[in-house]
């Protein structure tokens, strides 16, 4: 069984960034692909970014160019880095995992965790 658990969200500011956190349990995370996907009031889930098990990142396009993935494998944690934040940031960011890349790009992993809020607004 594959625990997540998100950490970092919170009220920010437009224009700043924020940096969020899953830490995953049970498993070894390097062996899964993982991503980040948001859902904001009234919206459909998706995508915000994911990386495969081998490091291939993919990209929301509204997150191209501000936005980095990364993953400690040592810690068994998952990072989102994402700047230069919007109001329409504003959402409930999920962490996700599957041993499937394109279940996780699909918003269709097996494992989810709880979800944590980000606010951006001034």
């Known amino acids: 069984q594959v625990r997540l658990v998100e950490s970092g969200g919170g009220l920010l500011q437009p224009g700043g960034s924020l940096r969020l956190s899953c830490a995953v349990s049970?498993?070894?995370?390097?062996?899964?692909?993982t991503g980040w996907h948001r859902q904001a009031p009234g919206k459909r889930r998706e995508l915000v970014a994911a990386?495969?098990?081998?490091?291939?990142?993919n990209y929301a396009e509204s997150v191209k160019g501000r936005s980095s993935i990364s993953r400690d494998n040592s810690g068994n944690t998952v990072y989102l880095q994402l700047n230069s934040l919007e109001p329409e940031d504003t959402a409930v960011y999920y962490c996700?995992?599957?041993?499937?890349?394109?279940?996780?790009?699909?918003?269709?992993?097996?494992?989810w965790g709880q979800g944590t809020q980000v606010t951006v607004s001034s």
């Open positions: 996700t995992a599957d041993l499937i890349p394109a279940k996780v790009v699909a918003g269709a992993s097996g494992y």
């Open positions: 049970g498993r070894d995370v390097s062996t899964y692909a």
């Open positions: 990386i495969s098990s081998g490091g291939n990142r």
